[in-house]
């Protein structure tokens, strides 16, 4: 009934769908608050996108919504309004009935949200019995229905398969399908597309926009993915440090974004139809009780004069349905989506080979993952390795690095040929090539201080000892821009972009000619991806450092590298420089990849 | 998920304090100051009491069994507290040195099982379970049967011996969660020493569970000698002995209790004490992983 009533236009008065008004919640015992002064509408059959970075709180709100915070936080103000009735002032038996049957939540790691000892039949039909729907005999049939509605085969067999047998998509499109079977109003989204490749996240995004369609449920899509929610949402909210800080139509917010850090966070990312010279944010997100008076924002904001530091801004229309939590808003000038674009990487710029690659066939003991692959790195210059997950593109990445050691083919160094293991490698080529690894919460050892981090690879390779490498040190964590003040820190207190810059920090100091980056901004935020990105370009131009690019994210390739292999189940399937293939792309493969990666240009 | 809440690093503070140490962290439980303050104070009576003991180990102080001096006689007729100040010694540094062995041993085992892998963890592990498969007393007294009269190294090796593969084990549980991580990774690719890997890079990151482990193990450890004490093997029959008291002077039980009280109360309360330290370490141990 709440479907066809009105379209998401109508602000006022709303009769369906969610009203969230003032809403609060505050570290347990602390005078500190997580979130605040959150005011948000979802109409019924609208999306509405909640974009932040890590820490910004954006999480918090989503489960907010279903009357439940975390332990050592507590909602301590607000309200949740479903259709007139407040879920967070609800008994909470009444609240258990609510969640679920007519608010779902869709958590972001969906294996670990079903039982992995239960048939997904069994899970679906349980699910069912919960929530009094339907008969015993119709439960089963209410299951296929469910699993037909998101695109997943509804046979016997498939019912009957437990959650390890499904592919990350799948299991994604069973917690939807889980999701609406007991056909909720609302539906909060965390992040259910982080950690899917591109065509996964598109097929699984289709289907949620059009369930919540067909169904009339107004959704809540929380992410970090700027590009996910320029695809998928009706409205956006960006939150900064715990507070929406614009909120405002899709298409106003990317054409017309009016706070100084959404513009920030569009400037950060990296566009498919053009190469652009991408900037970070400088600092890093204020943890709550850290935040700064004033606008939380100002101590990174490029526009922030003294008033920004005394008063907290409202959120003030600065359009129709567009609102704004900034001063200045009026006063920082249009902006326009094609800033900081540059031209392409040339393609017949003249190559000198350092790296070559032939005839790569790698093994996982009887299983043969990467096929014939062939490429070449020059001087100075970025390939970008490309593909979806299991194409292999790490494994060769690992073998180049010499870190994998099952492999047949030739990997030479300058016409040198290098031997398959890091250890049967010579000193002087395992220091002329560096590895940096995806996730710098792992690749850095958490006792050992920042300073014995960085300077292991000088006193292994010979480079600088004692006084002089710790002055060394200093010039390079100068370079990526941290502080002297971090030597004496251990890895566990820096924030993911300050240990993926040490990471940087440790790879430079062995004074390397080539690097190999396996995905190492896929587990930082979009402004960190692009201050690191900033850092990588600087260091290639100025030191010609040549780079391995692996990466999942095709816009990303085209704003670093200047050729680029794309794979496909362990085999090459085009290659070539990064605006032939990107805007002339020969193969059906690459055209699909293409169209499935979220654009925002 | 609450970690980074919780401690929210500063931007810029000039002098930065460093990552508290575990035993910094485990200062501030309160059963783990009160286990190193038992475990300090019993130390400190094994160590001085034999200067304090109102009477020498083998002097005879009265008639068997009597109720003379502050804990009665036992059945030679010696001081039971002066027996008790002079028994601790042979106790505190065959467990102590006995468990040192056992950790260094056992860590080294697990370890190298783990970093090594395939074939390598099999075959150590295996057999690991073998020697694992008998009871601990049991393999001391297959030892001690056979000899005439243990020495203290004999007891210590004997100690140590039986704990390795259990500490194997773990070492090698906690180890293998961090071989596989891209630290380690790093440190190959860059051409690092294996044994500098194991030493420089897997160690420093296993210290709060092994930690608790040789708590542990000590506690097990001042039990496993008191009861080879009370089965009659010592390094010297003759001297006192907390085990050996017990086993001696049961016979009086019902007559002077306190003869097989005091032993068996000061062991339960050096048990309880290392326990405690340990119980601490361990809880540190478990939150400090994040």
Redesign the interface.
């Known amino acids: 009934m709440t479907a066809t009533e009105q379209g998401p236009a109508t602000a006022k008065a709303p009769t369906g769908g969610l009203v969230v008004e003032d809403l609060e919640v505050m570290?347990t015992g602390k005078d500190v608050d997580?979130v605040d002064d959150i005011d948000l509408v979802l109409h019924p059959g609208e999306v509405v996108g909640l974009v932040g970075e890590s820490?910004s709180g954006k999480t918090t709100v989503g489960t907010s919504l279903l009357g439940y915070s975390?332990?050592?936080?507590v909602i301590s103000a607000g309200k949740v309004l479903l259709e007139e009735r407040d879920v967070l002032a609800m008994h909470w038996r009444d609240m258990r009935q609510v969640r679920g049957e007519e608010i779902a939540y869709v958590p972001q790691d969906p294996a670990s949200a079903l039982n992995p000892s239960i048939r997904i039949g069994k899970q679906l039909v349980e699910l069912q019995e919960l929530r009094g729907i339907g008969t015993s005999e119709s439960r089963r049939q209410g299951a296929r229905d469910g699993l037909a509605e998101v695109g997943l085969p509804n046979d016997d067999e498939f019912l009957s398969r437990y959650a390890h047998q499904l592919s990350g998509g799948q299991v994604q499109r069973v917690a939807l399908a889980m999701a609406f079977l007991p056909k909720p109003k609302v539906l909060v989204l965390d992040e259910p597309t982080t950690g899917l490749d591109v065509t996964t996240q598109a097929m699984v995004l289709a289907t949620m926009a059009e369930l919540c369609r067909a169904h009339g449920v107004s959704a809540l899509y929380v992410t970090h993915d700027l590009a996910v929610v320029a695809n998928i949402a009706d409205r956006v909210a960006v939150m900064y440090a715990g507070q929406i800080v614009e909120l405002g139509p899709r298409d106003a917010i990317f054409s017309n974004p009016s706070h100084p850090y959404t513009r920030a966070l569009l400037d950060s990312i990296p566009h498919l139809s053009q190469a652009r010279a991408l900037t970070g944010i400088p600092?890093?997100t204020?943890?709550?009780?850290?935040r700064p008076a004033g606008c939380r924002f100002n101590d990174r904001c490029s526009f922030a004069i003294d008033e920004c530091r005394t008063a907290v801004p409202a959120l003030l229309p600065i359009a129709d349905a567009h609102d704004v939590r900034c001063i200045r808003a009026h006063e920082i000038g249009s902006w326009d989506i094609s800033r900081g674009t540059v031209p392409d990487a040339d393609p017949d710029k003249p190559r000198e080979v350092i790296l070559s690659v032939e005839g790569l066939d790698v093994f996982y003991g009887r299983t043969h993952v990467v096929h014939d692959v062939s490429f070449d790195l020059a001087k100075a210059e970025v390939v970008a390795l490309v593909g979806e997950s299991g194409s292999g593109k790490t494994t060769i990445s690992r073998s180049v690095?010499?870190?994998h050691k099952d492999w047949k083919g030739t990997i030479a160094f300058e016409g040198d040929p290098l031997a398959r293991g890091?250890?049967q490698?010579s000193?002087l080529n395992?220091k002329r090539l560096?590895?940096i690894?995806?996730?710098p919460y792992?690749?850095?050892?958490?006792?050992?201080?920042i300073e014995q981090i960085v300077k292991?690879?000088m006193e292994?390779f010979g480079i600088a000892k004692g006084k002089e490498a710790t002055d060394r040190v200093v010039a390079l964590l100068d370079q990526v821009a941290l502080?002297p003040?971090?030597l004496?820190?251990?890895a566990?207190?820096?924030?993911g972009g300050e240990r993926q810059r040490v990471a940087i920090a440790?790879a430079l100091a062995?004074e390397p000619d080539v690097i190999i980056c396996d995905e190492i901004t896929s587990a930082l935020d979009v402004s960190v991806q692009g201050s690191i990105v900033e850092l990588l370009e600087g260091l290639r131009q100025e030191r010609g450092i040549s780079m391995l690019f692996v990466t999942h994210n095709l816009a990303l390739v085209r704003s670093i590298a200047s050729r680029v292999e794309i794979l496909q189940r362990g085999r090459v399937v085009e290659a070539g420089p990064v605006v032939e293939v990107m805007d002339n792309p020969r193969e059906d493969y690459t055209r699909t990849l293409l169209n499935n990666s979220p654009r925002i240009d | 998920m609450s970690a980074e809440a919780v401690t929210p690093p500063p931007t810029e503070p000039p002098i930065a304090p460093a990552e508290p140490s575990t035993f910094r962290k485990a200062m501030k439980q309160k059963r783990f100051v009160a286990g190193l303050g038992i475990t300090l104070l019993l130390v400190a009576f094994v160590i001085a009491g034999p200067y304090l003991a109102p009477f020498g180990e083998t002097e005879v102080a009265g008639p068997p069994f009597s109720k003379e001096g502050v804990l009665g006689t036992d059945y030679l007729g010696q001081d039971v507290l002066s027996r008790v100040m002079y028994g601790g010694r042979e106790i505190l540094l065959i467990a102590l040195f006995g468990t040192l062995l056992g950790m260094v041993l056992g860590i080294a085992i697990g370890i190298v099982a783990a970093y090594a892998g395939g074939w390598w963890d099999e075959v150590i592990m295996r057999l690991n379970d073998v020697v694992l498969s008998f009871p601990q007393i049991l393999l001391a007294l297959l030892v001690l049967t056979a000899l005439e009269q243990p020495t203290a190294w004999i007891l210590i090796v004997l100690v140590g011996v039986s704990h390795a593969p259990r500490v194997a084990r773990l070492a090698r549980g906690v180890a293998l969660g961090l071989v596989s991580r891209d630290f380690v990774t790093a440190a190959e690719a860059l051409g690092e020493k294996r044994t500098r890997v194991i030493v420089a890079e897997v160690l420093p990151n296993m210290n709060a569970p092994l930690l608790a482990e040789g708590g542990l193990r000590l506690t097990f450890s001042i039990g496993f000698v008191g009861s080879l004490g009370f089965l009659g093997f010592s390094a010297d029959p003759g001297a006192a002995n907390w085990g050996q008291m017990i086993q001696e002077n049961g016979l009086g039980l019902p007559t002077q209790p306190w003869a097989v009280l005091a032993p068996v109360l000061i062991i339960a309360i050096f048990c309880i004490g290392t326990n405690l330290m340990a119980d601490g370490i361990a809880q540190v141990a478990q939150r400090g992983e994040a």
């Open positions: 570290l997580v820490g975390r332990a050592g936080a600092g890093r204020p943890a709550p009780g850290a690095g010499g870190l890091a250890r490698r000193a395992r560096q590895y690894f995806q996730n792992l690749s850095l050892n958490p006792r050992l201080t292991r690879p292994l502080g003040a971090m004496r820190y251990q566990s207190r820096l924030s440790r062995a």
